[in-house]
């Protein structure tokens, strides 16, 4: 791994359904030193595209960050009709958290103008992490085709390959909600170098992130918050922090709801944390071994609609497409959001 502190900066264009681990995945690129955000572009997916754009612009102006651009997009997918998931994230989408209301509006561009903008302006130099549903950087495809190839990097979160689905057996949410954007998107790098093609960190292995009560309890005691932040599976549910720190604070009260969500469907006192693992391969790809494989959707499935296929051997004849994330450490995972989190929610206060 490279030294954050020393290493050149990664500017990032990072589209999300903000979703409470989306929320983790923008305060760990807040976070991280390396990252430069160049702008947060918002889809519609866990919740209302609108109500993206709040949480996304209340979580910067409270971390201080309140020149980075905020742009609407999509907020509807390309065909089918918009499902939203706030049993999943919330009512508001971060849980049970209650942001203070940002003071500033979204950018008067839309997302996929962000998109095009950023690439050609910054040729091979823009790192792209998705962590909703691929709407918006499939409409930017339509219109600049040659999107793919000005990307330094894509990341992905999405998809299900040898693992089950967690919205349909076989499909994931963020394909789910809108799976002809992710063929779009798909077939958009079919054809380009493997150092092109898009990073996917899907199910198989964001659903070996699980964040636990300790791991809150340590970002907390790095923050130097108090008293002891414990997040105790015999607490009545929507029990809120007294953290004397805010992004703990916050923070606490957004994956408690989702602790809490995951027990109610038998997968523990534990929350997946699936797009802030996406933020730190985006900022650090030696975080995850990937292989490649040619993706593609199914999209005519009575059952399957939305399940993502890799051909792992080449039996279609086509290239790849993609490189898969098949292999991480999610102790390092860890590791790195307890410092850089804590680290952000001392110096903020
Ligand atoms: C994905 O679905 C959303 O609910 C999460 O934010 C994540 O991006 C996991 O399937
Ligand atoms: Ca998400």
Redesign the pocket.
């Known amino acids: 791994m490279t030294d954050p502190t020393t290493a050149p900066r990664t500017p990032l264009i990072v589209d999300v ?1 903000t ?4 929320s983790l995945a923008l305060l760990y690129l807040m976070a991280s030193p390396e990252a430069e955000i160049v702008a947060i572009t918002c889809t519609a ?2 919740v209302p595209a609108r109500q993206v754009a709040t949480n996304n612009l209340a979580w910067l102006e409270l971390c201080g960050y309140d020149d980075v651009e905020v742009a609407l997009g999509a907020e509807v997918p390309i065909v089918q009709p918009l499902m939203t ?1 706030e049993e ?2 919330g009512p508001q989408g971060i849980g049970h958290a209650e942001l203070p209301a940002p003071t500033r509006p979204v950018s008067d561009r839309h997302a996929t103008e962000v998109w095009i903008d950023a690439v050609r302006r910054r040729p091979g130099e823009i790192v792209g992490l998705v ?2 549903p691929l709407t918006n950087l499939a409409l930017a495809v339509k219109l600049c085709p040659e999107l793919p190839s000005l990307l330094k990097r894509l990341v992905i ?2 998809g299900a390959f040898n693992h089950a689905g ?2 349909l057996p076989t499909t ?3 394909i789910a909600v809108d799976p002809e954007s992710a063929k779009i998107v798909f077939d958009a790098f079919s054809g380009l170098p493997a150092e092109r093609h898009p990073v996917i960190c899907a ?1 198989d292995v ?1 659903e070996r992130i699980e964040m636990k009560p300790e791991h809150i309890a340590a970002l907390a005691r790095e923050a130097g918050s108090t008293p002891e932040e414990i997040i105790s599976p015999e607490d009545p549910e929507g029990t809120r922090s007294t953290a004397s720190h805010a992004i703990v604070r916050h923070l606490s009260d957004a994956v408690r709801f989702y602790m809490e969500f995951h027990r109610a469907y038998d997968q523990g006192f534990l929350a ?1 944390m ?2 802030p693992f996406a933020a730190a391969v985006a900022l650090d790809p030696s975080l995850a071994t990937t292989r490649g494989a040619t993706v593609d959707l199914e999209l005519a499935g009575t059952l399957t609609r939305g399940q993502t296929v890799a051909d792992w051997r080449g039996m279609w004849g086509r290239p790849h497409n993609a490189a898969i994330v098949v292999d991480t450490d999610p102790e390092e995972f860890f590791r790195r959001v307890i410092e850089r989190v804590g680290r952000l929610a001392r110096t903020v206060g």
């Open positions: 359904d979703g409470i681990d989306d997916g866990n998931t999943t994230h962590t909703g979160m999405g967690n919205t994931e949410w963020n199910l964001t997946h699936h797009d």
